[in-house]
């Protein structure tokens, strides 16, 4: 027997087990959902913005892995950079030398962030917004962070204290003594600011739950006001940075806000090699690296190494060169403007929202009798079950994988690859047509499914 490990051979063996194993030896109710929702499909290989099953059957991507295949999947550009770098056996990771790759991707990623001087990288998003909490604890001397209600930062326990969805939080205490204010709401800002010990606001531009924008201005004005009380102001641009949302960042879109902090990942990893980056001003690093002897008071282990790099580098020069942000920016008005057309046609949708290919679908109470009573029916068993009847047909009839915006929310929510084209937002928007008709009509297989969700929903409680 050969002593070699032989990856594809494994894959062949064992590779039909993938719901068994998951089931016995990782997050038990992963495969339980995956099974009752019908979404327990197999993909047998991925490329831009699709995924292959076992008979080549293709499905349509408009997850894009909640926002990390930025790119899609397998880039040609990022996958050389990656066998390149594996290539050259670098001595990486040594702990007491500088390596190129790092200070050219933080040179890269800071001529697209205005304003901020220095970049430390980390493993991923929640890591990232760790690091910008503990810098802004320490270059303020305060204690507390503001966060926006509804936000999502992460589930690690520092992020998890700015996370504004009780379920995540819930049985996770004690956490961190920091507090929500409500997205927009200036004066609420003010009054925690007046207290004197906020050291920051942490926020999201655009909510990825319930895919909620700033209001207009907000950011400029929270700004302000976070700099008359000394306290910084922290973008979280984890899912919304790098193209997302048509500009760089999804802050630059209001003239004039320059976070102190900017958290960014998922995309910078090309969808291989996990990547966090937390951007700051000269001043905030300079207080929290001090001195020699402080050398190492902020690091992580896996920090900077070369794949990370090198795919985050590769990344970069596909956006630049293929002009992604323009593309997003067309591409996502495009969809944007065919769903919203669609409001006024369906009495079961409430609204269309959102910047870039970072777009809310809200479903809402109708207004014909027959409808009402079957959405009330919905609503009194568990919200949220419309949102996912919808989902659930776009996989199983049309082949498009999408999901809903968070846990008792009637959106979903479409986060794409940013390679998004015209022929996939034709593929999209024909295939929510035909689901939005079956749900009006009044019969068919999604009510059927929706009394399957009733059911379970009932019997979880």
């Given amino acids: 027997m050969s002593t070699e490990f032989d990856l594809g051979a494994l894959l062949a063996e064992r590779g039909a087990e993938r719901y068994e194993l998951h089931a016995k030896y990782l997050n038990p109710?992963?495969?339980?959902?995956?099974?009752?929702?019908?979404?327990?499909?197999?993909?047998?290989?991925?490329?831009?913005?699709?995924?292959?099953?076992?008979?080549?059957?293709?499905?349509?991507?408009?997850?894009?892995?909640?926002?990390?295949?930025?790119?899609?999947?397998?880039?040609?550009?990022?996958?050389?950079?990656?066998?390149?770098?594996?290539?050259?056996?670098?001595?990486?990771?040594?702990?007491?030398?500088?390596?190129?790759?790092?200070?050219?991707?933080?040179?890269?990623?800071?001529?697209?962030?205005?304003?901020?001087?220095?970049?430390?990288?980390?493993?991923?998003?929640?890591?990232?917004?760790?690091?910008?909490?503990?810098?802004?604890?320490?270059?303020?001397?305060?204690?507390?962070?503001?966060?926006?209600?509804?936000?999502?930062?992460?589930?690690?326990?520092?992020?998890?204290?700015?996370?504004?969805?009780?379920?995540?939080?819930?049985g996770f205490a004690p956490l961190l003594p920091d507090t929500a204010v409500p997205l927009g709401d200036l004066d609420a800002l003010a009054r925690e600011l007046k207290k004197g010990d906020v050291a920051a606001l942490i926020v999201e531009p655009i909510q990825g739950k319930g895919v909620h924008e700033a209001p207009p201005g907000y950011l400029r004005a929270a700004q302000e006001l976070l700099r008359a009380h000394k306290a910084l102001l922290i973008a979280d641009e984890v899912?919304?940075?790098?193209?997302?949302?048509?500009?760089?960042?999804?802050?630059?879109?209001?003239?004039?806000?320059?976070?102190?902090?900017?958290?960014?990942?998922?995309a910078l990893s090309g969808g291989y090699v996990p990547v966090g980056a937390t951007l700051g001003k000269e001043w905030i690093f300079k207080k929290v690296y001090s001195s020699m002897d402080r050398v190492l008071v902020h690091s992580a282990s896996f920090g900077a190494n070369a794949q990370a790099m090198a795919c985050g580098l590769a990344v970069l020069s596909v956006m630049e060169n293929e002009q992604i942000v323009a593309g997003v920016r067309t591409t996502g008005e495009l969809l944007k403007s065919r769903l919203t057309a669609l409001v006024d046609r369906y009495e079961l949708l409430a609204d269309v929202r959102g910047r870039g290919l970072m777009i809310g679908i809200e479903f809402g109470r109708p207004s014909s009798l027959k409808l009402r009573s079957r959405w009330t029916m919905l609503q009194t068993a568990r919200k949220g079950l419309f949102a996912q009847m919808v989902v659930v047909p776009l996989l199983q009839k049309h082949r498009i994988l999408t999901q809903v915006s968070g846990d008792h929310l009637e959106v979903i929510k479409l986060i794409p690859p940013l390679v998004l084209d015209g022929a996939d937002v034709d593929r999209f928007v024909e295939a929510f047509t035909a689901v939005m008709d079956d749900a009006h009509g009044g019969g068919g297989l999604m009510w059927d499914f929706g009394k399957t969700l009733i059911k379970q929903a009932v019997a979880n409680r």
């Fill in 29 to 170: 109710q992963l495969p339980r959902m995956l099974h009752t929702i019908g979404f327990d499909k197999v993909y047998e290989r991925a490329e831009g913005a699709h995924f292959f099953d076992a008979d080549g059957n293709d499905h349509l991507d408009m997850l894009a892995g909640f926002g990390v295949m930025g790119l899609g999947r397998h880039h040609p550009v990022v996958r050389k950079a990656l066998h390149d770098v594996l290539d050259l056996d670098l001595a990486d990771l040594t702990r007491f030398d500088c390596q190129p790759l790092p200070g050219l991707l933080a040179e890269r990623l800071l001529t697209h962030s205005p304003h901020l001087d220095r970049v430390f990288f980390g493993n991923s998003g929640t890591e990232a917004v760790e690091t910008a909490l503990k810098f802004a604890r320490y270059a303020t001397g305060r204690p507390r962070i503001l966060y926006c209600d509804h936000a999502f930062h992460g589930l690690t326990t520092g992020s998890l204290s700015v996370n504004g969805e009780s379920g995540f939080r819930d």
């Fill in 239 to 266: 899912q919304t940075g790098l193209g997302r949302t048509g500009d760089f960042y999804a802050y630059q879109h209001e003239d004039g806000v320059e976070p102190d902090l900017v958290c960014v990942a998922k």
